[in-house]
């Protein structure tokens, strides 16, 4: 009987893009499973290694997926295998959000003129980002200038 992962599509490609947290990668990686003959075999084998050992809860179940098989994220299968916990999970992160979400305003809400002031200054702008973007372009140019050299 033939080995299935050697007609796996992902054969030769480099494994890292399939465990990436670069955002595309994900999205990347699924091309490459699209054209996958054993994509079905793949996804079932992977869904089988992840089932909850003993003693793990399904969250931390959750948590320890990773990587993209079968043309799916490790979000995405643990919400195939496990629907109604992966929308409760979910659910919670939403409202643990929104609850800090209305802790900072309450807190900006109480602050100073001036400190609210001081407090804008630390958050991201515009001009911080474009400061930052330039400083990165003139690391890579020196980088390059090193290697060259
Ligand atoms: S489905 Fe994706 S990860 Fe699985 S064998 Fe095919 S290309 Fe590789």
């Known amino acids: 009987m033939t080995d299935w992962t050697e007609r796996a599509n992902c054969r030769g490609t480099d494994p890292e893009l399939f465990f990436s947290r670069r955002p595309g990668d994900a999205k990347r990686a699924k091309r490459v499973c699209a054209g996958c003959w054993v994509a079905e075999q793949c996804l079932r084998n992977q869904l089988e290694y992840e089932l909850p050992q003993p003693g793990d809860g399904l969250e931390t179940n959750m948590r ?6 079968g043309g799916l994220t490790a979000t995405e299968r643990f919400a195939l295998q496990f629907p109604e916990e992966a929308t409760r999970i979910r659910e919670r992160e939403r409202a643990r ?4 979400l209305e802790y900072k305003r309450a807190k900006y809400a109480a602050m100073s003129p001036e400190e609210r002031a001081a407090y804008r200054g630390k958050v991201d702008t515009p001009e911080k980002r474009e400061a930052k973007r330039e400083r990165d372009r003139r690391s890579a140019a020196n980088k390059k200038a090193t290697v060259a050299a």
């Open 64 to 69: 320890l997926r990773d990587g993209v098989f």
């Open 97 to 100: 959000s929104q609850r800090l």
